[in-house]
């Protein structure tokens, strides 16, 4: 395995880009600090204490309350930003981003693209680390400059003279392995995962292992949502067709993005239309190929527009993609010398063939090759 | 020389200053394309050591100055190459002429395109699907290069367009631009074998231009059956004259 770990900081501090560089501090009164920026470390916060002493401690900094639903809205939005540099993807409202880019041919892309996407989403440089695990990963990653990657060989002896306290263990647990003597990665790997199991249960068994570079742990891979939609509402109801072609275009303009942004296509397509007297009138069909750009999709839909009579005057236009393409044939650029392409040319030439008929797609094959009359020498 | 030389570096550093470092770069410092070795000689041309990957790349010259022969050579070797080598054809193309290059037929496929409309969005569609080589043998509408340029961007197809002589929406989209004129037939025993031709680098995106080269587009003799032909396209004697420093503006 081979793990590029992406550090941004929680991505609660993501919210509020407009506070960058100052100490911010995420938390509800009477609760714990969710989160904390960098800049309050010097001052002793940390998450997961009182955000009454958090407060004590760094009295200047910026409260802000958390956000869970925006925080994993952000957390979608990177992991489909992520999503075609690795066959495996994880993203943790920690700011934590993993990609596992094992067999990927391009890795050395797939990680400047990583860094790029990180940037934009977020909004700050990441710190990069390559490791064979993800827990080597990300330590070596918060160990990294900003927009710098720290390539870890051999994961033992990187991990050996680190501080036992990154081991992901409680806080009773982490006190007892101090009592122990273990203050080092390198002397938690020393002792025998069965041994620490004795001491610690279950945990002291996974903390050996981590610590001897082992990785028991595996990446959950993120998976793109499969259904999305968009919607316009109307002020006053439409009956103009032309305005509801131009409405419909730009919101297949929206799909199409999002579409692109997941690296998946629409395998079926439903337009509803509510009209005045509260119901609504619908249409759908599954397609035969995969759309996924402006023109495919308003190339459907807007046939269908352009022959809709609707009983009465529309007041919301939705469009809805309920089935879209299983995602892992979409990571193209996971392909060496783009052997993955072969399935998407022939879709998009059969694509083709249904716009413009049979004969504009020709595969030559001989047949009289020295026939003096040219439409005999192939089939 | 040396004053022009101080001219030149003067009025590229009051770019610099007034917008950006950015804003006017030299061609050796643009990170360039991936290229794809075409193993003809205008791989020399190209800088990169072949053709660039989704980059559209030119061939131009008038009648029988061996533009097609040399772009028949390239799309026999990207059958072999590639699992998808397609050809928009305007209405010209026939592959027999293809045969003396011994392609891998299984990997060809044509796209007979009527109107300019329909070879854009073939030429759009394939390009973002990930067409391995893509020979434009059609015009194309201007709205459409924009589409093929992004899709062969995205999925590092070769384009490789055939004109006579290329609009400006067309000059301006290539990455590459090749003129090709021809210099004299090539006559052996009184018969006509083949073609000398100059070909000259017009524009180049990928890397500093290099000069010009003259090549020898040999054409297929006698009554062989079709799979024993070959046409050679090889390089007469190197001339390429290397531009001792390009500048590029990156807009």
Not at chain 1, 34 to 49: C, D, K, N, P
Not at chain 1, 84 to 103: F, K, N, T
Not at chain 1, 161 to 173: G, H, N
Not at chain 1, 253 to 272: H, S
């Amino acid at each position: 395995m081979r793990v590029c770990c992406g550090l941004t900081g929680h991505l609660e501090l993501a919210r509020r880009p407009d506070l960058y560089g100052t100490p911010v501090i995420i938390g509800r009164w009477d609760e714990h600090v969710v989160a904390a920026s960098e800049e309050t470390l010097q001052f002793g916060v940390e998450t997961g204490m009182a955000l009454r002493q958090a407060e004590h401690l760094c009295p200047q900094a910026t409260f802000v309350l958390p956000d869970e639903e925006a925080t994993a809205r952000i957390r979608e939005l990177v992991s489909a930003a992520l999503y075609d540099l690795a066959p495996v993807v994880e993203v943790r409202d920690e700011g934590i981003a993993w990609l596992d880019i094992s067999g990927v041919a391009t890795a050395g892309q797939s990680i400047r693209a990583a860094r790029h996407r990180l940037l934009k989403a977020i909004g700050r440089e990441p710190r990069l680390g390559l490791a064979p695990g993800p827990f080597s990963a990300r330590l070596a990653a918060a160990r990294a400059r900003p927009g710098r990657l720290l390539r870890v060989a051999d994961a033992r002896e990187f991990l050996a003279p680190l501080p036992s306290r990154e081991l992901p263990l409680d806080a009773e647990q982490l006190e007892r392995l101090d009592l122990l003597g273990l203050r080092t990665l390198g002397a938690v790997a020393t002792i025998g995962p069965r041994e620490l199991e004795s001491q610690l249960g279950r945990d002291g068994r996974r903390a050996a292992l981590l610590a001897r570079g082992l990785e028991p742990d595996q990446l959950v891979p993120w998976q793109p949502p499969l259904f999305t939609s968009a919607h316009r509402q109307f002020a006053d109801p439409v009956e103009d067709r032309e305005a509801l072609l131009f409405v419909a275009r730009a919101l297949c303009g929206d799909l199409a993005e999002e579409l692109g942004l997941r690296g998946a296509g629409a395998k079926q397509v439903r337009v509803r239309l509510l009209i005045e007297s509260s119901d609504e009138e619908k249409r759908e069909s599954v397609v035969r190929h995969p759309l996924s750009s402006v023109v495919e999709l308003f190339g459907l839909i807007g046939s269908w527009i352009k022959e809709w009579q609707p009983r009465a005057p529309v007041t919301e236009l939705w469009i809805e993609l309920p089935v879209l393409e299983a995602a892992g044939r979409r990571q193209l650029r996971l392909w060496a010398g783009g052997d993955g392409t072969s399935e998407e040319v022939i879709a998009a030439m059969e694509r083709i063939q249904e716009r413009f008929g049979e004969a504009v797609v020709h595969r030559p094959e001989p047949a009289f090759l020295t026939s003096p009359i040219p439409s005999e020498r192939f089939a | 020389m040396q004053a022009q030389n101080l001219q030149l570096d003067g009025a590229i550093d009051a770019i610099r200053l007034r917008f950006g470092s950015h804003a006017l770069t030299r061609a050796a410092e643009l990170p360039s394309p991936q290229p794809w070795p075409s193993r003809t000689p205008i791989d020399s041309l190209t800088g990169i050591g072949g053709l660039p990957r989704g980059r559209l790349s030119l061939l131009t010259g008038s009648g029988t100055c061996g533009k097609l022969s040399l772009a028949l050579a390239l799309l026999a070797h990207a059958t072999h190459e590639f699992a998808h080598a397609t050809v928009i054809d305007g209405g010209g193309f026939d592959p027999w002429n293809l045969l003396p290059f011994s392609p891998e037929l299984s990997a060809l496929t044509v796209v007979r395109a009527p109107a300019p409309e329909i070879a854009g969005e073939a030429a759009a569609t394939l390009a973002r699907a990930g067409a391995g080589f893509i020979l434009l043998m059609s015009e194309v509408p201007e709205h459409w290069l924009g589409p093929i340029e992004s899709g062969a961007n995205r999925s590092g197809t070769v384009l490789v367009g055939v004109v006579d002589a290329p609009g400006r929406a067309l000059a301006h989209a290539s990455s590459f631009s090749l003129a090709l004129s021809r210099t004299e037939w090539v006559w052996e025993r009184g018969q006509l074998i083949g073609i000398q031709v100059m070909a000259r680098c017009l524009k180049n995106r990928v890397a500093p231009p290099l000069g010009e080269t003259a090549l020898e587009i040999r054409y297929p003799l006698g009554a062989r059956p079709p799979s024993d032909h070959l046409v050679h396209v090889i390089e007469a004697h190197v001339d390429v004259q290397e531009v001792a420093q390009c500048v590029s503006a990156v807009v």
